[in-house]
């Protein structure tokens, strides 16, 4: 009974953890099965064009961490996730982890982490696919994991802030 308690306390954290790692490996596997999309399609010889000029679908092999840096680190990588995924279990109290900002923030990050080393595992590289362009300039390629580390490090900052404000750790 308890085990379940503790387990009703986090339920925002694991639901978008669950979230963010199913939908990232979902689409992931999705786009290595579209047989117009082989390994290192994009754009300009490759990729589909979803939004003229600005929005493609790819498939990269990203053997590195944002914007390709460190290539070749596989282990470092997996092994600075599992540290960063022991650190948030071990600090959660501290990280203030049962408030719903902190588990909005933290869910997203830990699926997406999650979720990339699924594929550095898998794969011994991470499957980007969304592939924006911006006038003059061409975003990495990223997927669903990626934008829930980012998003989740946006929101425990925004978050963080709003407590520095109040005072106060962030309420649930």
């Avoid at 109290?93 to 588990?103: A, C, D, F, G, I």
């Amino acid at each position: 009974m308890i085990f379940f308690e503790r387990l009703a306390a986090y339920r925002v954290f694991y639901a978008l953890a669950a979230t963010i790692l199913l939908a990232d490996q979902a689409t992931k596997i999705w786009i290595q099965r579209i047989p117009i999309l082989p390994l290192e399609s994009y754009w300009p010889s490759g990729g589909v064009e979803i939004i003229p000029g600005f929005f493609y679908l790819a498939h990269i092999a990203n053997t590195g961490a944002a914007w390709g840096i460190f290539p070749g680190f596989k282990t470092g990588f997996i092994l600075l996730a599992l540290i960063a995924l022991t650190a948030i279990y071990f600090y959660r109290h501290e990280l203030n982890l049962k408030s719903t900002p902190m588990q909005v923030s933290f869910g997203l990050l830990c699926g997406g982490i999650v979720g990339n080393v699924v594929d550095r595992i898998r794969l011994h590289y991470v499957v980007d696919f969304l592939d924006f362009h911006l006038p003059g300039y061409r975003w990495p390629a990223f997927n669903i994991a990626d934008s829930g580390i980012t998003i989740g490090v946006a929101v425990y900052v925004a978050a963080s802030i709003l407590e520095l404000r109040r005072g106060t750790p962030a309420e649930s």
